[in-house]
T-cell receptor, first 112, second 116 residues
Framework: EDKVVQSPLSLVVHEGDTVTLNCSYE??????LLWYKQEKKAPTFLFML????IEKKSGRLSSILDKKELSSILNITATQTGDSAIYLC????????????FGKGTHLIIQP | EPEVTQTPSHQVTQMGQEVILRCVPI?????FYWYRQILGQKVEFLVS????????KSEIFDDQFSVERPDGSNFTLKIRSTKLEDSAMYFC??????????????FGAGSRLTVL
């Protein structure tokens, strides 16, 4: 069974701090790893990482895939209160399976 | 920006009743999905749908559940004889392609189902 584990489960920091969120996975046939940001409603797509694209960056957010360690990190620099959300890691794998396997998420709270 | 829309946003029902959750995927997307998230737990895959048939389903998606694309735009999830444990947020999602390593899903805002 595919498995995705995120840590920490929750994190409280002050505005301006840098945070690193972790995701590790065990899948039978890894295809891609995705990061989503979930605020009050729909998860919104942040990054997709694959064997051919192991590092992505967008503004203050960046993510790296470590295929050897079967893990990924999501970095957020100069955090703002609007970054407060649950960050979900999901993996596409399982021998052609359609569905994504999600982790439980990291609940990030940015205090002013 | 194109979005996936879901209705209703919140439904309260009595145990044993049938509910239908509706979704309008992004118009040029070909693959459709339902996921659920029980309060405090992780997002779980239920079913994927392509070319008017189920492509894959999880163990959660038993005979109590069914999906349908009744017309060219709607994608529905029907839950027959609801149980207390069906209470959850149900997310619809769609993607343009299922090509390996390019399966970016766009999620709807979710339908919260409360079974009493």
């Amino acid at each position: 069974e595919d498995k995705v584990v995120q840590s920490p489960l929750s994190l409280v920091v002050h505005e301006g701090d840098t945070v690193t969120l972790n995701c590790s996975y065990e899948v039978t046939n890894f295809r891609s790893l995705l990061w989503y940001k979930q605020e009050k409603k729909a998860p919104t797509f942040l990054f997709m990482l694959t064997s051919s694209g192991i590092e992505k960056k967008s503004g203050r957010l960046s993510s790296i895939l470590d295929k050897k360690e079967l893990s990924s990190i999501l970095n957020i620099t100069a955090t703002q209160t609007g970054d407060s959300a649950i960050y979900l890691c999901a993996v596409e794998g399982g021998g052609g399976a359609d569905g994504l396997t999600f982790g439980k998420g990291t609940h990030l709270i940015i205090q002013p | 920006e194109p979005e996936v829309t879901q209705t209703p946003s919140h439904q309260v029902t009595q145990m044993g009743q049938e509910v239908i959750l509706r979704c309008v995927p992004i118009s040029n997307h070909l693959y459709f999905y339902w996921y659920r998230q029980i309060l405090g737990q992780k997002v779980e895959f239920l079913v994927s749908f392509y070319n008017n048939e189920i492509s894959e389903k999880s163990e959660i998606f038993d005979d109590q559940f069914s999906v349908e694309r009744p017309d060219g735009s709607n994608f529905t999830l029907k839950i027959r004889s609801t149980k207390l444990e069906d209470s959850a947020m149900y997310f619809c999602a769609s993607s343009e392609t299922l090509r390996s390593g390019a399966n970016v899903l766009t999620f709807g805002a979710g339908s919260r189902l409360t079974v009493l």
